[in-house]
């Protein structure tokens, strides 16, 4: 039985005033079978595994912005970074390109991590923001987490980076349009406080494509 001509049957079959009765059993299976075998041509044509790994990038880009905020708070009410002791040290506005980990990243006093200052802090003598959630530092600073690395560049209005390594086709495609706009090949189409350096043709921590997805 030709698929076509027995959909043109069904559908007349269905219309007010056309057909002669219901559908046979038979019918009923060859209808279930075709749905079945659309069905596996979209999922096919869907790409199951980018589309897991576009779910992850969303995922690191929404953890990317809720650190930034955190940190631009931090700062909004301190004054100053929390990687820097105070407001009067000067010298270590500046980070630079660091995996955030809850675990090994301290300011520059050597004493307090940054993670713990900006969620509840433990060790003595250090103070925490609450501006980030416990089970957020947590997650972010597992082994088995897309890495994300902070950046600034310590310059007046500069901006703090939080980049990471896209896993899906779709976010590594974005990340080159945005840096190539033109598509002559050259990526140079970003700020002057962007972590170029260590974002673009960084294939150890920004993925095969070497170009890490960062924000703001």
């Known amino acids: 039985m030709k698929i076509l001509p027995f959909l043109k049957n069904l559908q007349s079959r269905v219309k007010l005033g056309g057909g002669s009765g219901g559908f046979t059993m038979i019918e009923l299976l060859i209808v279930i079978a075709i749905l079945g075998?659309?069905?596996?041509?979209?999922?096919?044509?869907?790409?199951p595994i980018e589309q897991i790994n576009r779910s992850r990038d969303t995922g690191s880009r929404s953890d990317a912005e809720q650190l930034i905020s955190a940190i631009d708070r931090y700062y909004a009410f301190n004054g100053y970074y929390p990687w820097q002791t105070g407001a009067d040290?000067?010298?270590?506005?500046?980070?630079?390109?660091?995996?955030?980990?809850?675990?090994?990243?301290k300011d520059s006093g050597g004493t307090c991590?940054?993670?713990e200052k900006l969620g509840t802090a433990t060790t003595a003598g250090c103070t925490g923001a609450d501006e980030l959630k416990q089970s957020f530092l947590e997650r972010v600073s597992k082994t088995t987490y897309n890495a994300l690395y902070i950046y600034n560049d310590g310059s007046q209005g500069s901006s703090t980076y939080a980049c990471f390594a896209p896993k899906s086709q779709a976010f590594v495609q974005e990340t080159e349009q945005r840096l190539d706009p033109d598509g002559d090949g050259t990526l140079d189409n970003y700020p002057t406080d962007y972590p170029a350096t260590d974002a673009?043709?960084?294939t150890a921590q920004c993925g095969t494509g070497g170009n890490c997805v960062c924000l703001p």
């Open 113 to 115: 991590f940054v993670g």
């Open 200 to 202: 673009i043709g960084n």
């Open 37 to 47: 075998i659309l069905a596996v041509a979209v999922l096919s044509a869907i790409n």
């Open 89 to 105: 040290d000067l010298t270590n506005v500046d980070l630079a390109w660091t995996k955030f980990d809850t675990t090994l990243l």
